[in-house]
């Protein structure tokens, strides 16, 4: 069993700088994926970034060049550095771990955190 324990999230004005952290506790697989996604009222959640346990990483088109992900596989952490935030980026930010194993798949996710930008 895995759980992940979500800090960093706050208000903060339009240009404004916010970093997100993520510690997984527990037995994780060491070949995963780590990820950050949102969801803003009235919105499906969606993919913010991902990063596998050989630092590949794919991010929204929204986001690209403003946000940055990055993990540390000795502590099962990952961080999300927003920059240039705007009000459309304001949503609940979820922390995720998957993996897949002998034809079974894993997936565990964070508490949520409020991030709310103010134009």
């Known amino acids: 069993q895995v759980q992940l324990v979500e800090s960093g999230g706050g208000l903060v004005q339009a240009g404004g700088s916010l970093k997100l952290s993520c510690a997984a506790i527990?037995?994780?697989?060491?070949?995963?994926?780590m990820g950050w996604y949102r969801q803003a009222p009235g919105k499906e959640r969606e993919l913010v970034a991902t990063i596998t346990s050989g630092y590949t990483t794919k991010y929204a088109d929204s986001v690209k060049g403003r946000f940055t992900i990055a993990r540390d596989n000795a502590k099962n952490t990952v961080s999300l550095q927003m920059n240039s935030l705007k009000p459309e980026d304001t949503a609940v930010y979820y922390c995720?771990?998957?993996?897949?194993?002998?034809?079974?798949?894993?997936?565990?996710w964070g508490q949520g955190t409020q991030v709310t930008v103010s134009s």
């Open positions: 527990g037995s994780v697989f060491s070949a995963n994926t």
């Open positions: 995720n771990v998957r993996w897949a194993r002998e034809y079974r798949q894993y997936d565990y």
